[in-house]
C-alpha cells in the first residue's frame, strides 16, 4: 500500500495545476470526445480566441497555433504564474495569460471568435458580451456524478449529492436567455484508473474532495485504495457534459 502521508507532502509543494504527466499516465475506458478537436474545428488563422479559467495553460498552448491571437485568464495568480511559466517553456508567440474574474472579462465588446470554457465557472451575459456576431462559445464541465466512488467514501464532494444534469440545464438555460443558440449538447461517463501518487495529487489540487487533510483523511484514503483498487491503480470515473453554441441575437 503506498505511503499516503509522503503522497500528500509532495502534492502540497506543488504550486499551480500541471497535469500533463497524469494524463500521460491515466488509463481510460468508454467513450468521449476530443476536447481539443473540438475548439480547433471551430477556430481558423484569423480567430481571436478567449480561454476562461485557463489554469496552468496547457491546454490553451496546445491549440494557440490554429488561431490568430489566444488569450487566457484565471482568478487565481498562482495558476497564471504557472501559466507564463509554461507559455516560456512553449515558445508559443501568440499567447497572452492574465489574472481575471470571469464576472467581468477585461476585454471590450465583440472582441473574440471563438471563447472556451473548461472546468470554471462562467457568466453567460458576459461571454455573450465579449463575442462577435455568431461567435462560438464551448464549455466543458464537470458533472455531479464525477468520480461518485471516491465521493461515497469521503461523505463529501464538489457537487456531491446533487442530481446529475443540475449545472448543465442552468447553464444551458442561463445561455439561452443571453442570447445565444444551442448547437450541441452531450455527455460521457467513463471509467478511469489512476496511480495512487497521481490520484493524490488530483485531489489535493482539485475541488473534488473540499478540505483534503491529512490527519483526518489518512484512513479514508486507505479505504479507497483497499475497495476501488485494480491491479497497481485505483478505479473511478469521470463524468463530463459539453455545450456548444453560437451568438445569435441581443
Not at 512553449?90 to 481575471?100: G, I, L, R, T, Y
Not at 455527455?187 to 483534503?212: A, H, R, S
Request: hydrophobic content about 35%.
Amino acid at each position: 500500500m503506498e505511503d499516503y502521508k509522503e503522497l500528500y507532502d509532495k502534492a502540497s509543494s506543488v504550486i499551480g495545476w500541471d497535469f500533463s504527466d497524469i494524463r500521460k499516465r491515466l488509463k481510460t475506458e468508454g467513450r468521449k470526445w476530443n476536447y481539443i478537436e473540438l475548439v480547433k474545428t471551430y477556430g481558423n488563422r484569423d480567430s481571436f480566441l478567449l480561454d476562461i479559467g485557463t489554469g496552468g495553460g496547457e491546454l490553451l498552448l496546445e491549440v494557440a497555433n490554429y488561431f490568430r491571437k489566444a488569450y487566457g485568464i484565471d482568478v487565481s495568480p498562482k495558476m497564471i504564474k504557472t501559466a507564463n511559466k509554461n507559455l516560456k517553456e512553449s515558445k508559443v508567440s501568440n499567447v497572452e495569460f492574465s489574472v481575471a474574474d470571469s464576472k467581468k472579462i477585461p476585454f471590450k465588446d465583440e472582441y473574440f471568435d471563438i471563447v472556451i470554457c473548461r472546468h470554471a465557472p462562467f457568466y453567460a451575459k458576459e461571454v455573450f458580451r465579449v463575442l462577435k456576431p455568431k461567435g462560438i462559445f464551448i464549455t466543458q464541465q464537470v458533472a455531479e456524478n464525477d468520480k461518485i466512488n471516491i465521493k461515497k467514501v469521503f461523505e463529501r464532494g464538489q457537487s456531491y449529492g446533487e442530481e446529475p444534469g443540475t449545472l448543465m440545464n442552468k447553464y444551458v438555460k442561463e445561455l439561452k436567455e443571453a442570447g445565444f443558440r444551442i448547437i450541441r449538447e452531450d455527455k460521457f461517463n467513463i471509467i478511469e484508473y489512476y496511480i495512487p501518487g497521481d490520484l493524490v495529487f488530483l485531489l489535493k489540487n482539485t475541488p473534488i474532495v473540499d478540505g483534503i487533510d491529512i490527519k483526518k483523511d489518512y484512513l479514508l484514503l486507505e479505504k479507497l485504495e483497499r475497495e476501488h483498487n485494480v491491479g497497481d491503480r485505483i478505479k473511478t470515473n469521470a463524468s463530463r457534459s459539453l455545450i456548444i453554441c453560437k451568438k445569435v441575437s441581443i
